[in-house]
């Protein structure tokens, strides 16, 4: 079942942070600290946001914009939210964003063996470009790069 219309895509908060971290550390094997997040608050780099569905936090999605250039950092959705549109929804703002900055492109490292995630990063016209071998580690794996171009004008 979609939730699209249900979904508010919004900066990321400091009220945000403790569920991100907690999101993080049910995601990844080496999780951002609640510190680590806070930071990107005032980092004038980062471009952070979190997805609320019904008043909670249900996902989120960072990115480093650097020279007009976007470093997608993690992006994660809590279980009970999976396969309901959110991580698209995510997806496609930082596209807008990045449309609006007139960024040249937005890029991403994902685990070899995250099929679903690279389904997800085609269906939004992300391209293979390399691999990172050994790049994450718990447990040692490759990473694929997937960039998405933009035409900037």
Avoid at 117 to 134: C, P, Q, T
């Amino acid at each position: 079942m979609m939730i699209n219309n249900s979904i508010k895509i919004i900066p990321m908060q400091k009220e945000h942070i403790k569920y991100i971290a907690e999101l993080e550390k049910q995601c990844f094997s080496e999780p951002w600290s609640e510190n680590a997040l806070s930071e990107e608050l005032s980092n004038i780099c980062a471009v952070f946001f979190a997805a609320i569905v019904d008043n909670i936090l249900a996902g989120y999605i960072g990115m480093h914009n650097i020279c007009s250039q976007g470093y997608i950092t993690n992006i994660a959705v809590f279980k009970q939210y999976r396969r309901k549109g959110i991580a698209g929804a995510l997806l496609q703002k930082i596209i807008e964003y990045a449309l609006d900055n007139n960024m040249e492109f937005v890029s991403l490292e994902v685990r070899k063996s995250n099929t679903p995630a690279i389904s997800l990063y085609v269906k939004y016209d992300f391209k293979e470009m390399g691999i990172r071998k050994n790049f994450y580690s718990k447990p040692c794996e490759d990473a694929v790069i997937m960039t998405r171009y933009f035409v900037v004008n």
